[in-house]
Structure formats: structure tokens, C-alpha cells
């Protein structure tokens, strides 16, 4: 906690609350979580107001002066921004990049001209996964759409065989696995290692994606059979332009940040010296913004200027994948400051010691308190940080691997049952030309399997490492 915190909570920070405090900061997480869904959901406000207006209410219900209150979120926003926000930058420039200079297109093709058949939904999720790993959830969905409409029409596939594998390998990297916001925010939170998070969460996310995607894509094709809608198909970004990057250099690229994260994690399990020249070579170069930045610089090369782009061109690019970013980076900022906000107000202590009382281990608190948020607020960003910023002081005493797991436990939780609260629910509706009562039967399903088995997973990884 920083010493601003310590200040703000003054006398509450050195005894426990009693049971009265308790029940009143109950009540002020959920009035302001319930002030935050309300304008989300009947005013459709946009997040970042609902976030703001929804965190002075917080720390209103809670007896903070308001001037404290907005110090509070503020410096939570403010320091999410400055952990986070470079980040999501240049995961925007990259993603950008390979869309525009038909590197997302070289892969597609590439796999699926050697699948077909039955490995042909085990293809899209391996598309889904290695193209969803820079890209924002969204981004990926408007990405993948238009293949999983070709290849479902011209291989006369169930649009459930192919679009839920694709959809599945998206969402599990969006809420599992770093470099995306929620986990590094969450990572930032708990103060997890991030190398290791991202192995572990690599661990999870293999089996996670296989239940939801290609083996739940054989019921969900049952339940809701229904062909790719006729509709037009965007054009694709490389069919305006005469070349296109290779498939290995592509594929080099868009892994490029994982593997120099991946190499830090071992190193640092390996040599174990901060004084070593090479341990701190790899924690420069493993860093994530430096792994990130590295990737940038490297396909302006291997993607740009490898499919023809000139300096103007990719200048231009990079410029015009920061502009739709901009709602994000706020989105995501004013979720660390109702983070912050909690924090400050004695919330994330008041968990601790209640946890202590109800024995429930922290990685099933962490997960639950995820799924409730998710469920509230319809944003698996916002779940993620908000509970990240509750169960912050379990992972005080927590080995290396366990803050891990519990933000990969958090991340879980977070993709809990989407429903009509959650825009990425009316983005796969809309896509696939499907009723409310389908997407739930599909969609929300296979959030909810992503959810319980992730969840699953992380709590018997905690029993045997």
C-alpha cells in the first residue's frame, strides 16, 4: 500500500475493522458497483463515465471525504495508465500492423490449406490463439469474423463448429494470458511475476481452449445448428496489396514478446542472481515493454516493409491504430481507479480478514469475487482489475507461483457467463446473425466452461506446486 493509502486510511490501518465497518463497506462496494452497472446497463453510459462517477460513490457510501476520494482514483488511474498504458499501445501498433500488411491473412491461409475436414476446428483455434495474442478481443472477433464465414460456407460446416473454436481461442487469451491488459493489470496488482504468470497461464489455457472450443463446438453445433448467414464479407486486407509477408517471419513476430518473456521467466528459475550479467540482461530484454517495443521495431521490417509498405505507409499505420484504443486506455484506467478506490477505502483489508474467518481458500475467494463483478458489470476488463485490486492483500504472503495462480484465478473468474451487459455478447449475436436465446446457448456457455474449467485447473496446479 502506498504511503498516500496509509495516510488516507490513518487510524483504520492499525486495527481490524469491526464488524459494523465491515457491513458498511459491504454496502459501499455494492452501492458502487451497483451505481456502475445501473449506468452502464440502463443508461448506457459509457464505461469510463460509469467507472468515475461509480468510484466517488464508493468512497461516498464508504464516509470518505470526497476530496480523498477523488485522490484515491486519481492515483489508481494514474498509475494503471502509466503500468499499462505503453503497453496497450504497442500491442494496438503490432496487432495493426499484422492486419494491415496481411500477416493475419499469410497465417490463416497458411493453416488452413493443410486442415480440413475434422482437424478443421482445431485449425481455427490454433489461428484463433497464435493471431489473439497481440489483439484485443474485439479486435480479433472483426479479424476472424469474415474467415470463419468463408470457411464454414465453402466447407458446408456448422457456423457453431467453426466460429466457437475460433471464439474460444480468443477469449481465453484475452483473460489468461499477458501481454493483455486484465492479466497485466492484475499482475501489477498482486505483484505476480509476470514470466511466470505467462507460463502458467499458457499451462491453463491449452486444456481451457480445447474443452471450449473444439470439443464443446460438437454440442453447441447440436443445440444451435445453424449455416454462415449470407451476408457480405469484408474484404480482406491483402487482397489491395501485391505481396505479403511470409508465414514464419509472420509467426516469428507475433511470438517475438512471448518467447523474450518466456526466456526471462527461466532465466531468473535458472541462474537466480540479480547480480548476473546475464539474468540482467534478460530482465531488460524480457520486460514487457521492451519485448513489446522489440516486436514493434521488428515487423515494421518483417510485416511492413515486407508486404511493400513505405515509411509514409507505415507511419500511417502505426498512427491509425492508437486513435480506437483511446476508450480502452480509459476504460481500463478508471478501472484501476474504482480499483484504488476499494483499496483505499479499507475494502481489500476487510477481505482479508474476513477470508481468515470463512476459510475458503484464496484462489476460489479470488475467482468467486471475479465471477461476481463479471456477472455485475458485464466487463471482464473491469472484473479483472476491480477484483485484482480486492484480493490484492492475499498475495502478501503468497509464494511466487500461488500470486500467480491467483491472478490467473482472477482471469478466470472474469470470463464468467457473458450476457446482455457485455458488448462482446452482441458482437458475436450480430456477427452470426443469431437470437438472443442462441448466443446464450453458445456464447455465454462457452464463457462459462472457459471459466469453471480455467478455475479448475488453477486450484489443482496450487495443490501439487
Known amino acids: 500500500m502506498t504511503r498516500l493509502s496509509v495516510e488516507m486510511l490513518a487510524a483504520d490501518t492499525v486495527e481490524p475493522i469491526t464488524s459494523a465497518g ?26 469510463f463515465l460509469a467507472l468515475t462517477i461509480g468510484s466517488l460513490a464508493l468512497g461516498a457510501f464508504a464516509g470518505a471525504p470526497l476530496d480523498k476520494a477523488i485522490v484515491s ?22 496487432g495493426k500492423l499484422l492486419a494491415d500488411s ?11 490449406a493443410r486442415a480440413g475436414g475434422r482437424a478443421m476446428p482445431w485449425a481455427m483455434v490454433l489461428i484463433a490463439s497464435v493471431v489473439g495474442l497481440p489483439l484485443f478481443f474485439e479486435v480479433g472477433i472483426v479479424l476472424l469474423i469474415p474467415v470463419v464465414l468463408m470457411v464454414a460456407k465453402r466447407g458446408n460446416y456448422s457456423l457453431m463448429r467453426i466460429g466457437i473454436p475460433a471464439l474460444a481461442g480468443l477469449s481465453v487469451m484475452h483473460g489468461l494470458v499477458p501481454p493483455h491488459p486484465g492479466p497485466l493489470v492484475a499482475i501489477d496488482a498482486v505483484q505476480a511475476n509476470l514470466g511466470v504468470t505467462l507460463a502458467l497461464g499458457i499451462l491453463v489455457a491449452v486444456p481451457t481452449v480445447i474443452i ?41 513476430t507475433v511470438l517475438l514478446p512471448v518467447f523474450l518473456m518466456l526466456a526471462k521467466a527461466l532465466v531468473d528459475i535458472v541462474v ?8 540482467r540482461v534478460f530482465d531488460v530484454v524480457g520486460a514487457p515493454l521492451i519485448a513489446l517495443l ?24 502505426v498512427e491509425t491504430s492508437l486513435a480506437p484504443i483511446a476508450g480502452i486506455l480509459l476504460i481500463v484506467g478508471a478501472g484501476g481507479g474504482f480499483k484504488q478506490t476499494l483499496i483505499d477505502s479499507g475494502v ?35 472484473a479483472t ?81
Not at 462496494?29 to 448506457?44: D, H, K, M, S
Not at 496481411?102 to 488452413?112: F, H, P, S
Not at 484480493?391 to 464468467?416: C, E, K, N, Q, R
Open 73 to 94: 482514483f486519481t492515483t489508481g488511474l494514474g498509475t494503471t495508465v502509466a503500468g499499462v498504458g505503453v503497453l496497450i499501445a504497442l500491442g494496438a501498433i503490432l
Open 212 to 252: 471450449a472450443g473444439p470439443v464443446f463446438s460438437r454440442y453447441a453445433a447440436r443445440w444451435v445448428d445453424v449455416q454462415a448467414p449470407d451476408r457480405m464479407v469484408p474484404a480482406r486486407a491483402s487482397e489491395d496489396l501485391e505481396k505479403r509477408p511470409s508465414f514464419g517471419a509472420t509467426l516469428a
Open 385 to 465: 482489475i476491480s477484483a485484482a485490486g480486492l484480493v490484492a492483500p492475499l498475495a502478501a504472503d503468497m509464494s511466487t507461483t500461488h500470486a500467480s495462480l491467483l491472478v490467473l484465478a482472477i482471469g478466470a473468474g472474469s470470463l464468467f457467463f457473458s450476457h446482455v451487459n457485455d458488448a462482446g455478447f452482441w458482437l458475436v449475436k450480430e456477427y452470426f446473425g443469431l437470437s438472443v436465446g442462441q448466443t446464450v446457448k453458445t456464447w455465454s456457455v462457452m464463457e462459462t466452461i472457459i471459466s469453471v474449467v480455467a478455475g479448475g485447473l488453477v486450484l489443482l496446479l496450487s495443490l501439487v506446486i
Open 22 to 47: 465491515h457491513a458498511r463497506l459491504g454496502i459501499a462496494v455494492l452501492a458502487g458497483i451497483a451505481v456502475i452497472v445501473l449506468l452502464i446497463t440502463r443508461f448506457r453510459l459509457h464505461a
Open 272 to 279: 537466480d542472481d540479480p547480480t548476473d550479467m546475464t539474468q
Open 348 to 382: 481489500g483489508r476487510m477481505i482479508l480478514e474476513i477470508s481468515e474467518d470463512w476459510s475458503i481458500p484464496a484462489l476460489l475467494l479470488a475467482w468467486l469475487i471475479a465471477v461476481a463483478i463479471r456477472l455485475a458489470t458485464g466487463s471482464a476488463t473491469v
Open 294 to 317: 522489440a516486436a514493434v521495431i521488428v515487423g515494421m521490417f518483417t510485416l511492413g516493409r515486407a508486404a511493400g509498405f513505405t515509411k509514409e505507409r507505415i507511419a500511417t499505420t
Open 102 to 112: 496481411g500477416g493475419a491473412d499469410q497465417i490463416v491461409d497458411t493453416i488452413l
